[in-house]
Each structure stands twice: as C-alpha cells, then as structure tokens.
C-alpha cells in the first residue's frame, strides 16, 4: 500500500485548528492511514476536570470502530506549528491495540516501524491466556 506521508501530515495539521485547547492552549491533530485505505483524523478535547481530556489519537481510535474497524498502517502526529511530536504513552497503547503488525509512525526522529515506539508492548495477546481459565 502506498502511503501519502504528505497528506497524512496535512490532515494531522488541519485537526490541529479543529481542537478544544483553552486550558493549554495546545492544539494537536493526529491522522492514521488504515489498512483498507481509509484516512482518519482527530484532535486534541481538553475538558475543565483535566484528566478527562481527550488526545487527538482518541478520535482517530473511536472513528476507527464507528466506520468499520480495520488496523492501522501509518500514524502522524503533530502540534499547532505542524512539528511531528510523539504520542503520549497512552496513545502508543491505544495505537498498539490496533495496529497492523506493520505500523509506520512518523516522529521527530523520522519514520519508525512501532515496535521502536512502544518496545515490549503489552497487548491483546498478553491476555489470551487468562481468557481461557476457569
């Protein structure tokens, strides 16, 4: 599958001046290329109870199982100046949960297949077995 890195990272910036930022003043997009070639995208939703703001990879995430599900091939993150940035912890195990085995994320550092992103990660299969006892 060829993968529009540009475009990705046009998205993710175009969602950055969709987000609800008035506490940190802090917008960022994300944007995700899924396997079956749709494009998704999301943006950062703080909320007055900090904790339960959202991160832009949520939105991506939710859209995802709303228009189908899929898996995850590439991932760009940005802020309001279109600089990549790293997700959050959170978002890598977010992203992990549904990934394709393939996953390329765009960072400061250049493009990383995810394994570099989130090294022994735990997921789904982590919990296989204990699915299966009494």
Known sequence: MRIDWDALRAEAQRMTE???VPYSKYPVGA??????GRMLS??????ASYPV???AECGII??????????????????GRGELI??????????????HES????????????EEVLPQAFGPENLAEWGQRP
């Open 86 to 99: 790293m997700p959050c912890g959170r978002c890598r195990q977010l992203l992990n949960e549904h990934r």
């Open 53 to 55: 703001g959202l991160c």
């Open 31 to 36: 944007a995700a290329l899924v396997d079956d």
């Open 18 to 20: 969709l987000a609800y």
């Open 42 to 47: 999301g943006c950062n939703t703080e909320n």
């Open 103 to 114: 996953l390329v994320v765009w960072t400061p550092e250049g493009r990383k297949p995810f």
């Open 62 to 79: 939710s859209e995802l199982a709303k228009s189908g599900g899929g898996k995850l091939v590439a991932f760009v993150c940005v802020d």
